[in-house]
């Protein structure tokens, strides 16, 4: 606890980040990757067949691609470090220090960026009479760099799975080409086609301004494309998991579906499949010009390719399980090395700040809850999501310090208690004291009297 | 670097160089930045103008203002990202520290910037709205982001007075007056320049030449320059007691330049104001640069000690660590090669440190419950029924739900456990078949009050934490039957009768037995 940490009440940790990180994601690859590229491609084809009408299509689709990138593209990419940086600050802290060197580069890859989508998107008009090639330049330039910052940012995802020669050598080029690298690099470019391509397919088929011949032509176009990008990136994803290490993959199923649905596995993948299949299914629609199939597609389309963005990422994120950096720092940002120490010198000695006692919480155990906090807070919360109490109503007293002590052997994507016995003890009395308010309601009824089979 | 123990104590390179690149990043952010906000206020002030009077300037001269704020606000965002990225490596402790004691602005950050961004460039590239609706965003987006260097400025002020940092945490900002005046002041500066950054910057590039748009700006600017000279004597009164001599080499330098172009702004003669204007603005720079060398040297006087000490504080932490990188490195290499996929890992890593390696109820942690683990050797049970008690847990006993696992997982673990303890065969009969007679009497006074007539658990039973287990699905092996009768569960309601006569206990034995039922689909 060098530095003190934020806990968003309700939402807690997890569902903070994720909420900013997937709006950033559905539109950073969405957007800023696949439908930036198929708008440079349609002006390509444009160009080469001298089709001023298609021209004036992906000039009309870049403007709210330009403004929703910048505005809420751009922001919610710092949004997740500004999150982070409050709910994580030694965790960031450190990750900045291994990856000083990508996130500058990153840094220099962001305003070329912008240094080149800005002329792309004003001068358009005005140099499409003289200066069409260059300006066709400029639209590749952006891909090429587009793609330079998505491999940057994959090198750093990357390592938060599967750090593993880092681990043991500290070596920039090992945190950085991890494992996991290439085929996340490969997923998220090209799920970002295939997404960039729905969004794409939506847009045309919503919009008033394409004549219907034209429309037909792009429909075809970006059939095709969310087929091939689709396919590639599921290939791209197979090898991605296939990259993770078992004992992280193995907790997949829970990651999506969490205690309350994990005993029924098949919604996972009946979910999945779903979503594969309506989303060929548009794609096919617009592959063969059928728009009014296309239109009743595209609207479910986009909403389950939502979900498997959703899918994925909280699978990456939850599946590392105890770790924000494996080897190195557990996920309640406790560097593992320290835990042993914290664990033998005691947590709370070693705090520079506790974390505040939030108002109205009985009874008033300023240790038990700072060091539940600092240990568990990260995932758990009191009186919000993954509410701790209904995780330990019904348990004895003993078992909850039992529980303490065990929790990394027991739950394998849970960290170790940091701290001494004694700290235990006062963490699993103040837990047990605040989950008895809950055993009267019971999170599960008891065993034989389902079926309502008693007297 | 080899500093795995602690990577806060990992640079990448020196500090000064740190700070110099933190300084011309800044300096770059900063510029779009005011170049951004002060595009936004001209942009809201002349469209409120030109309605006001009625349409008559230029067309909706504010269009063409507004529509640039695109391109300034996307280059400041994607500039500060450097910026953000050195203060959070050189001054770590200070500036994450103050950002999470004003988390909720912080975090704040992220619905101004979308707001203001949002509303302002849709009114920028989709002009021809309805002047009530155009006002009400570009207000809307104006506000929003005005407010964001509110919070930039209040962190970076916090950053800066690490000895007010325990008295904002346990009472908030507002019990620091000295502190929330100095940050008003500041963010007032920020504004003020933007305005007159944003004047100078379209006093170039948007007036076309045209008179009365210059003559806009130049008063615009003059109004500027007198909020930040009031402004700025007030801000600096706040910094007194910590000013150095470059502090206050860089604020003259700056101070003197804003004189000069306050004197030309207002030299005799108004009417040729704007071709005065024109030099003057070339010394924008000079003020610029000195100020932000001026904030610089205070935030490095302000800051550079309190993150040495903390790093002192990690060196001397160094050696305390040192021993237990290889611990902990050793738990990580055994985590990895942990899958928690098969029965046996999961028992062995979930169950056994209560129900013991061999089953027997006597694991490491035993000792320390109430109620003793039950012994798994002995459990004689339908599968779905023990697949239940896994999954949900016994609420009132220290057997937690499973259902971290996914049922794949728990039906290999019970698989595991049955091939092991055979949990999941029928009961077999006791040797003895006792007194029936005396143990039917007994069972239907006594026992069924919380096991049911039929060793369903009675609505009392159900009621009881631990409520009894549904006989007719659970069972145990006969000896270990008789001896839960003789001598009850500890820390449950199942008390001993010992008393009852051995013949009735074993009737008792058989009789539940009797009452167990193989599951649907055989056990």
């Known amino acids: ?455 | 670097m080899n500093n795995l123990h602690d990577l806060l104590l990992a640079k990448p390179f020196s500090d000064g160089a740190m700070e110099l690149l933190l300084f011309g990043s800044f300096a770059l952010h900063l510029l779009f930045v005011l170049l951004m906000l002060g595009t936004a206020m001209i942009a809201v002030f002349f469209f409120a103008h030109s309605w006001l009077t009625g349409y008559s300037f230029e067309l909706r001269w504010d269009k063409r203002v507004l529509r640039i704020h695109l391109a300034l606000k996307s280059l400041a965002v994607v500039l500060g990202v450097a910026p953000l990225l050195i203060i959070q490596v050189l001054w770590s402790v200070p500036f994450l520290t103050a950002a999470a004691l004003l988390a909720p602005y912080w975090l704040g950050l992220i619905v101004l910037m979308i707001t203001a961004f949002l509303s302002l460039d849709t009114l920028g590239h989709k002009m021809d709205v309805h002047p009530v609706r155009h006002l009400i965003f570009g207000v809307l987006g104006l506000t929003a982001l005005l407010a964001i260097p509110a919070v930039f400025t209040a962190v970076l002020t916090l950053a800066e007075n690490p000895d007010k940092w325990a008295r904002v945490a346990a009472q908030g900002l507002g019990s620091e007056p000295g502190l929330v005046f100095h940050w008003l002041m500041r963010y007032l500066h920020i504004l003020g320049a933007a305005a007159l950054f944003g004047g100078a910057f379209h006093f170039f590039f948007s007036t076309k030449g045209s008179e009365d748009r210059h003559y806009h700006l130049s008063n615009w600017m003059v109004v500027a320059v007198l909020f930040q000279v009031v402004v700025g004597v007030l801000l600096l009164g706040s910094l007194l007691d910590r000013l150095t001599p470059a502090i206050i080499a860089a604020v003259t330098v700056g101070a003197a330049a804003a004189m000069v172009l306050v004197g030309l702004a207002f030299y005799r003669n108004p009417e040729a104001r704007t071709g005065r204007m024109k030099i003057a603005l070339l010394l924008l720079p000079v003020i610029l640069v000195s100020m932000l060398l001026a904030r610089q040297f205070l935030q490095h006087e302000a800051v550079a000690p309190v993150q040495a000490a903390l790093e002192a504080r990690a060196q001397t932490q160094r050696g305390l660590l040192a021993p237990w990188k290889a611990t902990a490195l050793r738990g990580f290499q055994a985590h990895l090669a942990t899958v928690y996929d098969d029965g046996e890992t999961i028992y062995a890593n979930s169950c056994a440190f209560c129900h013991g390696d061999d089953g027997r109820g006597g694991g490491p942690e035993a000792a320390a419950l109430v109620i003793p683990p039950e012994r798994l050797d002995a459990v004689r049970a339908q599968r779905s029924y023990l697949y239940q008690v896994v999954a949900k847990g016994i609420p009132g006993s220290g057997m937690p739900y499973f259902t971290v696992f996914d049922r794949a997982k728990l039906e290999r673990l019970l698989e595991h456990m049955n091939q092991r303890f055979a949990v999941a065969s029928p009961p077999p009969a006791p040797s003895s078949a006792g007194d029936a007679a005396a143990a039917r009497k007994v069972f239907a006074n006594t026992c069924a009050t919380c096991h049911g007539t039929d060793g369903r658990v009675s609505r009392f039973g159900a009621d009881l934490r631990p409520a009894p287990p549904d006989l007719t699905r659970y069972g145990l092996t006969p000896d270990r039957a008789f001896k839960v009768i003789t001598r009850g569960y500890d820390g449950t309601v199942m008390q001993p009768f010992a008393q009852l006569p051995e013949a009735t206990r074993w009737g008792l034995v058989s009789l539940v037995r009797g009452m167990w039922q193989p599951g649907p689909g055989g056990s």
């Open chain 1, 1 to 455: 606890m060098l530095f003190p940490t934020f806990y968003v009440p309700g939402l807690g940790q997890g569902m903070s980040i994720a909420l900013v990180a997937v709006v950033h994601v559905l539109i950073s690859h969405g957007f800023a990757i696949g439908l930036l590229t198929l708008i440079v491609l349609m002006e390509h084809l444009a160009l080469r067949r001298g089709d001023g009408e298609l021209e004036d299509l992906a000039r009309h689709l870049l403007k709210p691609a330009v403004i929703i990138v910048t505005a809420v593209g751009a922001v919610t990419g710092a949004g997740i470090w500004f999150t982070v940086s409050v709910l994580a600050p030694q965790g960031i802290g450190s990750m900045l220090r291994v990856f000083f060197w990508p996130w500058f580069i990153e840094w220099i890859a962001f305003t070329l960026e912008v240094l080149v989508l800005l002329p792309y998107y004003f001068l358009w008009e005005r140099m499409r009479a003289k200066h069409a090639g260059l300006h066709l330049a400029l639209g590749w330039s952006y891909v090429a760099i587009a793609f330079c910052s998505a491999f940057l940012i994959s090198g750093i995802l990357g390592f938060m799975l599967t750090p593993d020669g880092w681990v043991q050598n500290q070596r920039l080029v090992s945190a950085f080409f991890n494992p996991t690298f290439w085929p996340q690099l490969a997923l998220r470019f090209l799920g970002g086609l295939a997404l960039g391509g729905l969004f794409c397919l939506g847009m045309v088929l919503f919009s008033r301004k394409p004549a219907a011949e034209l429309r037909g032509q792009v429909m075809r176009l970006l059939g095709g494309w969310v087929l091939a990008a689709g396919a590639l990136a599921a290939l791209a994803a197979w090898f991605y998991f296939s990259a993770v290490p078992r004992t992280y993959s193995v907790h997949k199923v829970f990651a999506v579906l969490t205690s309350r649905l994990s005993q029924e596995a098949w919604l996972l993948w009946l979910g999945n499949i779903l979503a594969v299949v309506v989303v060929a299914a548009a794609a096919a629609a617009a592959l063969a010009r059928l728009k009014l199939a296309a239109r009743l597609l595209i609207i479910p389309a986009l909403i389950l390719a939502v979900g498997l963005v959703i899918e994925f990422e909280r699978s990456r994120e939850f599946i590392r399980g105890p770790y924000l950096m494996p080897g190195y720092m557990y996920a309640n940002q406790v560097p593992l090395a320290r835990g042993e120490l914290l664990k033998r010198r005691g947590m709370l000695s070693q705090a520079a700040w506790y974390a505040a006692q939030p108002p109205g919480l009985e009874p008033r155990a300023p240790a038990g809850h700072a060091l539940f906090m600092a240990n568990c807070g990260v995932c758990h919360s009191i009186g919000g999501l993954n509410d701790i109490r209904d995780r330990l109503a019904g348990r004895t007293q003993p078992s909850v310090g039992v529980m303490v002590r065990r929790t990394e052997q027991m739950v394998p994507f849970m960290p170790a208690f940091s701290g001494t016995p004694d700290e235990a003890l006062t963490m699993a009395a103040y837990l047990y004291e605040i989950s008895g308010q809950r055993r009267s309601i019971d999170a599960a009824p008891p065993i034989g009297r389902e079926g309502g089979r008693h007297e």
